[in-house]
């Protein structure tokens, strides 16, 4: 397997556009995690979904971001309206039930 | 929600040393993994490790489930073991998760 694959490596975005990101899950993983890193707070969960359904998201900042899983291969989290202080990088990560959890290479947004 | 801490926040160290880096952590947990985070922002990780001893070459983890602590060891550093170090947990007991929460890191640099 390739790993989780997240896209685009990079954004760079005006003030007020909308953002997407998307991640490509490791195939027969039931968990997929959303995280935010930031030199403020670290590494933080922003929600995470068992079998496409979202368990918990209470991470997740401002009603400005939403996430999606409509297969148990894509997974979108989106920032609609996006703002500079949502310049982080994010990450997305899967796994098996309880078991060690894998990350991709992560996004890279800047917000300007 | 449990609470991650690691120990030494920064470390330098000259190549060819070794070091000892700590997890400890406030609650049982279900999982608990080792990550470094490269330079260039990668995760990679090194260990899944919720209990007992695992070695792969020159680094090593212990994890004393009962006494709510992990140790990192790193022997014979070398220049590319620089980057940031992080500990991850699942909280276990009743009512557990899924939910991988990050230590705030330790930031190794090791000179040549």
């Given at each position: 397997?390739?790993?989780?694959?997240?896209?685009?490596?990079?954004?760079?975005?005006?003030?007020?556009?909308?953002?997407?990101?998307?991640?490509?899950?490791?195939?027969?993983?039931?968990?997929?995690?959303?995280?935010?890193?930031?030199?403020?707070?670290?590494?933080?969960?922003?929600?995470?979904?068992?079998?496409?359904?979202?368990?918990?998201?209470?991470?997740?900042?401002?009603?400005?971001?939403?996430?999606?899983?409509?297969?148990?291969?894509?997974s979108t989290?989106?920032?609609?309206?996006?703002?500079?202080?949502?310049?982080?990088?994010?990450?997305?990560?899967s796994s098996?039930?309880?078991?060690?959890?894998?990350?991709?290479?992560?996004?890279?947004?800047?917000?300007? | 929600?449990?609470?991650?801490?690691?120990?030494?926040?920064?470390?330098?160290?000259?190549?060819?040393a070794n070091?000892?880096?700590?997890?400890?952590?406030?609650?049982?947990?279900?999982?608990?993994?080792?990550?470094?985070?490269?330079?260039?922002?990668?995760?990679?990780?090194?260990?899944?490790?919720?209990?007992?001893?695992?070695?792969?070459?020159?680094?090593?983890?212990?994890?004393?489930?009962?006494?709510?602590?992990?140790?990192?060891?790193?022997?014979?550093?070398?220049?590319?073991?620089?980057?940031?170090?992080?500990?991850?947990?699942?909280?276990?007991?009743?009512?557990?998760?899924?939910?991988?929460?990050?230590?705030?890191?330790?930031?190794?640099?090791?000179?040549?």
């Amino acid at each position: 397997d390739a790993g989780v694959i997240q896209s685009p490596r990079h954004e760079v975005t005006e003030m007020g556009q909308e953002v997407t990101l998307r991640c490509k899950p490791i195939s027969g993983h039931d968990y997929l995690f959303w995280y935010r890193q930031t030199m403020m707070r670290g590494l933080e969960l922003l929600i995470y979904f068992n079998n496409n359904v979202p368990i918990d998201d209470s991470g997740m900042p401002e009603d400005r971001f939403s996430a999606k899983m409509p297969n148990a291969s894509f997974s979108t989290l989106k920032i609609q309206p996006s703002e500079p202080r949502d310049s982080a990088v994010y990450f997305c990560a899967s796994s098996f039930p309880y078991a060690e959890a894998f990350f991709g290479q992560g996004t890279r947004l800047t917000v300007v | 929600g449990i609470q991650v801490e690691q120990s030494p926040p920064d470390l330098i160290l000259q190549e060819g040393a070794n070091s000892t880096l700590r997890c400890n952590f406030s609650d049982s947990v279900n999982n608990l993994q080792w990550f470094h985070q490269n330079p260039w922002g990668q995760l990679i990780n090194l260990f899944y490790i919720p209990s007992g001893t695992k070695q792969n070459g020159r680094l090593s983890a212990t994890t004393v489930a009962t006494e709510r602590y992990s140790l990192l060891y790193i022997s014979s550093s070398q220049t590319t073991d620089s980057g940031v170090y992080f500990c991850a947990v699942v909280r276990g007991g009743g009512g557990a998760t899924n939910k991988l929460i990050f230590g705030t890191g330790t930031l190794l640099a090791v000179q040549p």
